[in-house]
């Protein structure tokens, strides 16, 4: 009698680990996609037109509205000069006329940003300089 409900117990045990073990991949699942390249580049650009572009232009150039409150270009190299600590520093708490982020955006959605910010860098032609 005890033996059977011991072994019953060790069933329901398994299964819940096993259960527990379902749930923590399904959870990791999203996550794993989101830091290989492509897709997680691509939403980075949504993140960012919906975001930042309204000031910053698509480009990181600037819009006219950007441009008023002294906004600079994303690509320069004094923007370009900070580390991306400092960069994620500025996107999550602002800077004068830039709004935080930090209650919009995660952590990892930020250091993201910043590792688009240098894309845009190296995506411009050296003669546009
Ligand atoms: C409402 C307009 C606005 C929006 C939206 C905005 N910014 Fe800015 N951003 C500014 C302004 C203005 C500055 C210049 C701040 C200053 O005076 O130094 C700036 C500066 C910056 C700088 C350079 C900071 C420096 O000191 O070199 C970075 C990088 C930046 N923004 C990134 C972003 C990112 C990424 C987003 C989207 C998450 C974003 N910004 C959204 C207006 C905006």
Redesign the pocket.
């Known amino acids: 009698m005890e033996i059977s409900e011991d072994s019953g117990l060790e069933k329901s045990r398994v299964a819940l680990l096993g259960a527990l073990f379902l749930m923590a991949w399904l959870f990791l699942q999203p996550a794993r996609a989101e830091n290989t390249g492509e897709s997680g580049n691509n939403r980075m650009t949504v993140?960012?037109k919906s975001?930042?572009?309204?000031?910053?232009g698509t480009d990181g150039a600037g819009t006219p509205?950007?441009k008023s409150?002294?906004?600079?270009d994303?690509r320069?190299a004094?923007?370009q000069?900070?580390s991306d600590a400092?960069?994620a520093e500025?996107?999550a708490n602002?800077?004068?006329?830039?709004?935080s982020?930090k209650k919009s955006?995660t952590e990892d959605q930020?250091r993201g940003?910043?590792q688009?910010?240098r894309e845009l860098a190296k995506n411009k032609a050296p003669e546009e300089k």
Do not use: Q
């Not at 975001?51 to 910053?56: E, G, I, R, Y």
């Not at 409150?69 to 600079?72: E, G, K, Q, R, T």
């Open positions: 993140k960012f975001n930042c572009a309204s000031c910053h509205l950007g409150m002294n906004a600079p994303l320069s004094e923007v000069k900070h400092e960069l500025i996107i602002g800077k004068k006329d830039m709004p982020f955006l930020i940003l910043v688009y910010v």
